[in-house]
């Protein structure tokens, strides 16, 4: 069974910093690309970045500069690196997995809550 699990998630002031991670099993990241996707309250989902498994990143303008994506592939997780906080950044952050033969995020953890106070 594919499972994703999100963690590192809470409060932190305008300005601060967060990492968080999305830790899969069951499979081998070695054969899908893996997102990070957030909702805030009120909003759809909004695809914030991906890493490939060649290693090849993609940001959306939002985040470009202040948050990082990377992979251990070694320990089966997926970092988000979160710089320069802002309050519009609070939101219920997720991870997914979508395998390179499809074109959809098949698999996608629980959430974790990210809040940044002014």
């Known amino acids: 069974e594919v499972q994703l699990k999100e963690a590192g998630g809470g409060l932190v002031q305008t300005g601060g910093s967060l990492r968080l991670s999305c830790r899969g099993a069951?499979?081998?990241?070695?054969?899908?690309?893996i997102g990070w996707f957030r909702q805030a309250p009120g909003m759809g989902y909004e695809g914030l970045s991906r890493?490939?498994?060649?290693?090849?990143?993609h940001y959306a303008d939002s985040v470009k500069g202040r948050f990082t994506i990377s992979s251990d592939n070694a320990r089966g997780t997926v970092y988000l690196q979160m710089n320069s906080l802002k309050p519009e950044d609070t939101a219920v952050y997720y991870c997914a997995a979508q395998p390179l033969t499809k074109q959809s995020y098949d698999y996608w953890g629980q959430g974790t809550q990210v809040t940044v106070s002014s």
């Open positions: 069951g499979f081998s990241f070695n054969g899908y690309t």
């Open positions: 890493i490939s498994s060649d290693g090849t990143t």
